[in-house]
């Protein structure tokens, strides 16, 4: 894999910072077993300390260059995990109800959140699973 850089908006930046932050739960939901193409159980190929040092330099290259480097499969997973294992967007209606955010915010979250999943898709050459619906 070449490397593939993804410049970032703010709110793109804040909702992957949201999960990179939290480089043990990106380990406990990557780090088990994956099914193979023909649907067999096979192990993770990284170790938790590889995957827990990746995401911390992921966290660190969007909170100073507001981008993110997919340079190798891992890094993929991480940004992928980032999405599709995300709760930035569980409380969402909750926040707009009590006035922590607009319904201008709101929406403003929910479409950085499609175009971070077009970018990183792009970049990684392969349709990446997106947010969970909010």
């Excluded at 994956?34 to 300390?49: Q, Y």
């Excluded at 100073?64 to 997919?70: E, H, K, T």
Aim: glycine share 6%; proline share 4%; hydrophobic share 35%.
């Amino acid at each position: 894999m070449t490397t593939s850089t993804v410049q970032l908006t703010l709110a793109e930046a804040e909702l992957l910072e949201h999960r990179l932050s939290i480089p043990d739960c990106i380990a406990d939901a990557i780090g088990d077993y994956r099914e193979d193409e023909d649907g067999n159980e096979v192990p993770c190929p990284w170790t938790r300390d590889q995957i827990e040092a990746s995401t911390r330099g992921l966290l660190a290259q969007v909170e100073s260059r507001r981008c993110i480097d997919l340079t190798d499969d891992l890094a993929v997973e991480i940004a992928e995990d980032c999405m599709s294992g995300s709760t930035f967007f569980a409380d969402i209606d909750d926040a707009v109800a009590t006035g922590e955010l607009t319904k201008e915010q709101a929406a403003a979250y929910r479409s950085a959140a499609k175009s971070l999943c077009r970018k990183l898709s792009k970049a990684a050459g392969r349709k990446l699973d997106g947010f969970p619906p909010a």
